[in-house]
């Protein structure tokens, strides 16, 4: 009985690794879905020059996971436009839906959210430009860590579990 009991501590430690693991490969798809969207918003933007509640919605069916939950909060309180600012609507939506990235990539969006709509095309493309361009910073120094960062965790889980397992039995 011990034996099993050991055995089960020794799994739900590797399984807390594993799932650390699978959290970052989540982050950098967060960050791809959020450069892809980005990209997608400065098209319309300076293709169109369409309005940002078009952009938005546009943007919306062609995202998933946090970026969606993200731009979905940002349409959701539209109604609260004339109460609030746009930038104040976009940060609060970054806080909440966005708390996975780093605070860097996060301070990026906040200050892409003060010039959209604000600004002509031009400067607002210039603003997602920079956005996109700290996003892939992160990014790309989350994928040279990426392989290693999760065999780390799924060894620390595993380790932890069979150090709980040794104490136990």
């Avoid at 650390?20 to 300076?46: F, N, R």
Wanted: aromatic share 4%.
């Amino acid at each position: 009985m011990n034996l099993i009991g050991a055995m089960l501590v020794m799994l739900g430690c590797t399984a807390a690794g594993i799932i650390k693991a699978h959290s970052l490969s989540q982050l950098d798809k967060t960050y791809s879905t959020l450069i892809s969207a980005l990209m997608l918003m400065k098209s319309e933007i300076s293709s169109r020059s369409a309005a940002l509640d078009d952009v938005l919605s546009i943007v919306f069916g062609a995202v998933t996971g946090d970026a969606a939950r993200f731009i979905e909060a940002v349409i959701g309180d539209f109604s609260k436009l004339g109460d609030e600012t746009f930038c104040t609507i976009w940060s609060s939506a970054a806080e909440s839906c966005l708390q996975c990235v780093s605070q860097r990539s996060l301070s990026a969006l906040k200050a892409l959210g003060g010039s959209l709509g604000r600004y002509d095309s031009s400067m607002q493309c210039e603003a997602i430009d920079r956005c996109i361009s700290e996003l892939s910073a992160e990014q790309k120094s989350l994928r040279e860590t990426l392989g290693a960062n999760k065999r780390m965790y799924v060894g620390i889980g595993g380790a932890a579990g069979l150090i709980t397992a040794i104490v136990l039995i």
